[in-house]
Nanobody, 122 residues
Framework: QVQLVESGGGLVQPGGSLRLTCSAS????????MGWFRQAPGKEREFVAA????????YYEDSVKGRFTITRDNAKNTVYLQMNSLTPEDTAVYSC???????????????WGQGTQVTVSS
């Protein structure tokens, strides 16, 4: 069992930065692929980024490549999402997830956090 709690969301101006934190409980945290997803109003939830259990491999949705960075600290049971050069299109509820890739290399989540709101607006 893994419980996930996100923090770090808020209101930021276009071009600004935020760092989201996902704190996990559970002794098996380090065994999971960890990811961030987001859901904007009226839209389906979409994949943002993922990181392998070693932290060696990162995966990003095309629109955030070069702007967002996902990292993890297994000793602290924590995953981070550093978001730079934010635009209004990044406004959404961001949720972290623990899971694995399915046979089609799609992130399959076993556990979800409740999410944190990110609003990019002037």
């Amino acid at each position: 069992q893994v419980q996930l709690v996100e923090s770090g969301g808020g209101l930021v101006q276009p071009g600004g930065s935020l760092r989201l934190t996902c704190s996990a409980s559970g002794r098996t945290f380090s065994q999971y692929l960890m990811g961030w997803f987001r859901q904007a109003p009226g839209k389906e939830r979409e994949f943002v980024a993922a990181i392998s259990w070693t932290g060696r491999n990162q995966y990003y949705e095309d629109s955030v490549k070069g702007r967002f960075t996902i990292t993890r600290d297994n000793a602290k049971n924590t995953v981070y999402l550093q978001m730079n050069s934010l635009t209004p299109e990044d406004t959404a509820v961001y949720s972290c997830a623990a899971g694995q890739f399915d046979t089609g290399r799609k992130f399959s989540a076993a556990y979800w956090g409740q999410g944190t709101q990110v609003t990019v607006s002037s």
